[in-house]
């Protein structure tokens, strides 16, 4: 069945990331990809801009279903593949809330993470202004407090959604890993940083990790001074 999957790609991008990591959860190793350089610009070729209109990755292709946003992804997945492999959609509505809930917060974290760590690749030189920066990185470290509340609030050794790990950490987890590599202060996000270290080692995080990460494990240095 993986064989007629076809995933375009580029390492360290957070919402790639997640649609590895769920196929790999869901025992779907053996699918077509292809790794595409953001610094070439191969994410833009005529192979992606046939399936996807936004010409961006993921971009994701079972069949003759084509699915490219990377939550839907992941969503499809576990509803066409249910039985098999980690079941990351609980069946009671409560628990399921709750994973919800957590996976479209993610956006809030990374969205704000990207605001300061890329705050100088995203904003023209005449355009910054270190009033917004400072703003962002008071949003941000908000951002953090609340994440580390949710996780005091399960009680340790806890996923992001309760005692068993679901959707929200693989969505979210590639955002989290930012923040150690980065350099984030770990006293900024102290339930954050031990939730990083519980799954890092997992099977399906460890197989797709990102490959330029596993030759340069240390990246620079945009969180150090939050």
């Not at 993610?106 to 005449?126: C, I, R, S």
């Not at 009033?131 to 050794?157: Q, T, V």
Request: proline fraction near 7%; charge should be neutral.
């Amino acid at each position: 069945m993986a064989q007629s999957m076809l995933l375009y790609w580029s390492s360290g991008s957070p919402p790639c990331w997640r649609v590895k990591i769920a196929l790999e959860e869901k025992q779907l190793q053996g699918y077509k990809h292809k790794l595409l350089s953001f610094d070439k610009n191969e994410h833009k070729c005529e192979e992606v801009k046939a399936l996807n209109p936004r010409v961006q990755v993921p971009t994701f292709k079972h069949g003759d279903i084509v699915v490219n946003e990377s939550f839907a992804a992941c969503l499809y997945l576990e509803s066409a593949f249910k039985s098999q492999g980690t079941r990351l959609i609980p069946d009671d509505p409560a628990e399921q809330a709750l994973v919800y809930q957590r996976m479209f917060e993610t956006n809030n974290l990374q969205q704000k993470m990207y605001d300061v760590a890329f705050y100088e690749w995203h904003v023209p030189e005449g355009e910054r202004h270190e009033s917004a920066l400072k703003r962002n990185k008071e949003s941000l470290i908000a951002e953090l407090k609340l994440w580390d509340g949710y996780l005091e609030e399960m009680g340790k050794g806890s996923y992001l959604a309760g005692k068993n790990f679901t959707m929200a950490d693989v969505v979210c987890f590639p955002v989290i890993v930012f923040f150690p590599r980065l350099h984030c202060p770990p006293e900024r996000c102290p339930r954050l940083m031990e939730y990083y270290k519980m799954l890092k080692d997992r099977p399906s995080i460890k197989a797709s990790w990102p490959p330029h990460w596993l030759e340069k494990p240390e990246g620079q240095d945009m969180l150090k001074n939050l």
